[in-house]
């Protein structure tokens, strides 16, 4: 299938526009839904093509969360850096990590190993969920089909 050019590009800056309003990580389902909720009749294979293309130019930085979904953000840092992600609202933290960058590079070249990169992900649960008991995550996990095959609760 072929899609103009123009067309893909609008589809690009409604998925952009999503992001930029976003204050954590948001999975494809939760970017479809925002824009069908804007009005925007854009299909969900166009919003998967759309964070991949953004991904791919570092736009967007993407996120696997520990159920394996995979999970998209605009970062404010154009540097390395980490993300302290809330396992409940999936509100993020842009975090540095020095001790991380330093054992990384240390354990990579103990190893002979060169050019050495990592990926750090810090889950947790965030200080206003946890001041919330356990109603967000509820309401979290019922508002979305998270329901996994080996029936994990995140
Ligand atoms: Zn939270
Ligand atoms: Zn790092």
Sequence with gaps: MTVPQRRST?????VSAVLDEADGFL????????LRARGDTVGL?????ALQALAGEGDVD?????????AYRRCRSAE??????????RRTV???????EAW?????????????????????????????????????????DHTRADGRRV
């Design 10 to 14: 609008r589809q690009r800056s409604a």
């Design 104 to 144: 990384a590079q240390r354990v990579g070249a103990a190893h002979g190993f060169v050019d050495v990169e990592h990926v750090v992900e810090v889950f947790g649960t965030c200080a206003r969920c946890a001041a919330a008991g356990t109603g967000p995550e509820d309401a979290q996990t019922t508002a979305g």
């Design 80 to 89: 390395h850096h980490h993300h302290l992600v809330c396992r409940r609202c």
């Design 62 to 70: 993407v996120l696997r969360t520990d159920d394996g979904e995979a």
């Design 94 to 100: 842009e975090v540095e990590g020095p001790a991380v």
């Design 45 to 49: 294979a166009t919003v998967y093509r």
């Design 27 to 34: 999975s494809a389902q939760d970017l479809h839904a925002r």
